[in-house]
């Protein structure tokens, strides 16, 4: 199985920025989708940015303008720069691709095991 690992997460003031990190084990024969999801208690895990399976990028309404998602396919690696984080922002982060691992394997939903953004007032 690949796995995915976060880092860059932390505490940050309001108005500050992040950026987080998503590194792949091993590398993918392909990829339909690649991005960033984030959760807090009580509410269900919402896309925050995507990679699409046409190469665009698409972002939730209240993160537009504010943070922008880039890749690094040589090194297996998908960022989320964050830049204006508010209180709201605060949630763990978790990055997510679907892909194919092998030529002979099916589309797999991977995730990784998240990392923590709190973002004070």
């Known amino acids: 199985q690949v796995q995915l690992v976060e880092s860059g997460g932390g505490l940050v003031q309001a108005g500050g920025s992040l950026r987080l990190s998503c590194s792949a084990s091993?590398?993918?024969?392909?990829?339909?989708?690649m991005g960033w999801y984030r959760q807090v208690p009580g509410k269900q895990r919402e896309l925050v940015a995507t990679?699409?399976?046409?190469?665009?990028?698409v972002y939730v309404d209240s993160v537009k303008g504010r943070f922008g998602i880039s890749r690094d396919n040589a090194k297996n690696t998908v960022y989320l720069q964050m830049t204006s984080l508010k209180p709201e922002d605060t949630a763990v982060y978790y990055c997510?691709?679907?892909?194919?691992?092998?030529?002979?394997?099916?589309?797999?939903?991977?995730w990784g095991p998240g990392t923590q953004v709190t973002v004070s007032s």
């Open positions: 997510n691709v679907n892909g194919r691992h092998t030529y002979w394997s099916g589309s797999l939903n991977y």
């Open positions: 990679f699409t399976s046409t190469g665009t990028t």
């Open positions: 091993e590398r993918f024969y392909s990829i339909i989708s």
